[in-house]
């Protein structure tokens, strides 16, 4: 992989770079640059103020916090207006909420997050752009994302394969990596023209695939942020959640993740039963139990749409 504009060799994916090799001077530490959060929000009373307090709770000197509303009907604006800097209303695409949202912000580091994330700790923003003087191709810090402590069965085995399968695809140069959840250098976003406001699922890796292209590399970080997805809190909210990822997604056969179908299934069943073994064995979570349970629904949701849409056509 060629560095921004081919000037020098540079990896498109580095993992947790030590600090003795944080040396481009893009972030200068005497005067940290204002970091823009976006966060879009729908009905998200019940995780939001959690959510706003921790990037509100952050030691880093220059933030600032937006949140953009899509509609919702519940407490969510009130929350949002004890801890946000600005406020949007903004209809339409996920791709479009976030585009919106990027546009109204000020900081020249832009944390692309969701409202079901929060940060860890108070020192972590601080920690995490340091990550972009890794060299100065570097268009965003991806955090690891894991489940909250104490999270349901279901969702440690979705962060557990998610984890698997990213390391997986770092390791072996398979795919894009760190187009959401991410801390972005608003330079490189407006490289590649932002996000694409006519998407919605899938509007991360529509993202990550314009940075690659354009010659942007990723620092992976396992300094984790927390994502709190509903997705495994049961069985049937997992199962709806993948029907709406596969009409995203496999209607172009996971073209817009840059992977192939054979690659995608790689991924679910080898790398995904690696994990488990793992699981059971070395961590002794019982809850890589459901895993053979998990993978056939995601794999017979994926294959009911794919059949689905051909028909269709």
């Given amino acids: ?41 729908y009905n998200d009373d019940d995780v939001l103020r959690e959510r706003l307090q921790s990037i509100q709770q952050q030691e880093y000197p220059n933030i600032e916090t937006i949140v953009v509303d899509n509609g919702s009907e519940d407490q969510s604006l009130r929350i949002a207006e004890e801890f946000a800097d ?72 979705y962060w557990g394969l998610w984890e698997a399968i990213i390391e997986d695809r770092i390791e072996n140069s398979r795919g894009v ?4 959840t991410s801390l972005f250098r608003r330079s490189a976003l407006e490289e590649v023209g932002g996000i694409d406001q006519g998407v919605h699922w899938g509007e991360d890796f529509n993202l990550a695939v314009k940075l ?69 064995t070395r961590d002794r979570d019982p809850a890589w139990i459901l895993f053979p349970f998990f993978i056939l629904i995601r794999a017979g949701v994926y294959s009911y749409v794919m059949l689905k849409n051909k028909v269709v056509k």
């Fill in 212 to 280: 690659k292209q354009a010659g942007f590399s990723v620092v992976y970080i396992t300094d984790s942020v927390y994502h709190d997805t509903d997705m495994g809190d049961s069985i049937l909210q997992f199962a709806k959640k993948q029907f709406l990822g596969a009409e995203a997604f496999a209607d172009n056969s996971f073209g817009a993740m840059n992977l192939s179908l054979s690659e995608v299934v790689y991924e679910q069943f080898v790398v995904g039963g690696r994990r488990m073994v793992t699981g059971l």
């Fill in 86 to 157: 600005k406020i949007l209303k903004v209809d339409g695409p996920l791709g479009r909420v976030r585009q919106k949202g990027i546009e109204s912000s000020m900081g020249e580091i832009i944390g692309i997050f969701d409202s079901d994330n929060y940060l860890p700790d108070s020192g972590w923003l601080g920690r995490a752009v340091q990550y972009f003087n890794y060299d100065e191709s570097v268009a965003n810090v991806w955090p690891q994302n894991v489940g909250p402590k104490n999270s349901p069965p279901l969702s440690r085995v």
């Fill in 177 to 180: 990596c760190g187009g959401g």
């Fill in 1 to 41: 992989m060629t560095g921004i504009h081919g000037k020098h060799p540079t990896p498109y994916v580095v993992k947790d770079p030590p600090s003795e090799k944080l040396t481009a001077n893009v972030i200068d530490s005497d005067s940290p640059p204002l970091v823009s959060f976006v966060i879009p929000c």
